[in-house]
């Protein structure tokens, strides 16, 4: 959850931003809320409405979309390149000359899964990727989101 990841200033600066994106939206009514309360019922039961993508009750779902829309996921091969700058010996087997990662991925591959994985945990517990909707982004990348967001509607 990202409330627990990122530092309260930013989670609170991407929760504005995922308000100003969005539009509160009367279920009951089907229609766009223009005020706190619908027009048409008086209900302040609100759910959030994104143009192109639907409506759904809370914020977190369009903070999600919105950082995955908008930041690009870290992918493996980000973390095989950091560990083979950590490991930057080869291993020869045979004739054939490997990466220590590549031969590790070729012969161990859980091992090299489980290697990943702690390398991308440290990075989390570090503070440095928050993971969204199964998806790993840099914090950096979602904080200059946010930075843009809020000086376009200032």
């Not at 027009?39 to 809370?58: A, T």
Request: aromatic share 10%; glycine share 4%.
């Amino acid at each position: 959850m990202l409330t627990e990841t990122l530092d309260q200033k930013t989670y609170e600066n991407l929760v504005t931003v995922a308000y100003r994106k969005s539009k509160p939206f009367c279920y009951s009514c089907c229609k766009e809320v223009k005020e706190k309360n619908c027009s048409s019922c008086s209900s302040d039961d609100n759910m959030r409405l994104l143009d192109g993508v639907g409506v759904e009750y809370g914020i977190e779902w369009v903070i999600e979309h919105l950082v995955s829309e908008n930041c690009a996921p870290i992918d493996d091969e980000y973390a095989k390149e950091s560990l083979t700058s950590c490991y930057e010996e080869t291993v020869k087997i045979g004739w054939i000359e490997y990466d220590m990662m590549s031969a590790i991925e070729i012969l161990d591959p859980i091992s090299y899964r489980i290697a990943l994985d702690e390398y991308m945990d440290s990075l989390r517990a570090d503070g440095e990727i928050v993971e969204v909707d199964g998806d790993d982004y840099w914090v950096s990348d979602i904080e200059r989101f946010v930075e843009l967001n809020l000086e376009e509607a200032a």
